[in-house]
């Protein structure tokens, strides 16, 4: 039995070359808006599907959202295809945890307003205290632990940051977790926070 996949918006030809490379000889895969006629495809890659590409074809069973996290309307939307499961792909964690470090020391370094008073021949600047934050011994309080946040605690750990992971479910942490790291729920966020930012002996 061949497995029929719809891509609804289909990426540049290089990456569709890379995918067509890459794909068993018994899946068969349409692209484009417009679905295929007959629509009988059994998955649907789209991250914000419309109810006419849910219903088109009787086989469908799965939604692959080709990237991390569900769009609201998306998730509403699901709620009435209680048959059809819904995917994420994570090919972006990597890229995205390195910008998640990038932003975290543009932030503790103060970058951007340094650059921007140098740009402007205001050299003030280096003869005042640095606000600049020493991020090792800091705590990293990541919020999500998937696949982006794991990665982020890996490189926070690597600048000898501890992390603190809130996670939507309480539990055992994946067998790859970065330790040390302690979990808590996603309800007491608050409560977590604070204890973060308060003073230690």
Not at 68 to 78: C, D, K, S
Not at 131 to 156: M, N, Q, W
Request: glycine residues 6%.
């Amino acid at each position: 039995m061949k497995l029929r996949v719809h891509l609804l918006r289909p990426r540049d030809e290089t990456s569709l070359a890379h995918l067509h490379d890459c794909l068993h000889p018994d899946i068969t895969l349409t692209l484009g808006p417009d679905l295929p006629v007959p629509a009988i495809y059994h998955i649907l890659v789209a991250g914000r599907p419309q109810r006419e590409h849910l219903i088109a074809s009787p086989n469908l069973r799965a939604l692959v959202i080709p990237w991390a996290g569900l769009p609201e309307a998306t998730r509403q939307l699901m709620t009435e295809f209680p048959h059809i499961t819904v995917h994420n792909l994570h090919h972006n964690a990597l890229p995205v945890a390195e910008l998640a470090l990038a932003l975290l020391l543009a932030a503790a370094k103060f970058i951007v307003p340094m650059d921007r008073a140098l740009r402007s021949h205001d050299w003030t600047p280096r003869y005042e205290p640095s606000p600049a934050v020493l991020l090792e011994g800091k705590t990293a309080l990541i919020l999500g632990y998937g696949s982006i946040g794991r990665r982020v605690a890996r490189l926070c750990q690597g600048l000898g940051m501890e992390v603190i992971a809130i996670r939507r479910q309480a539990g055992t942490l994946s067998p790859d977790a970065p330790t040390p790291l302690v979990g808590y729920p996603a309800l007491p966020l608050r409560h977590c926070a604070a204890c973060c930012l308060a003073p230690t002996s």
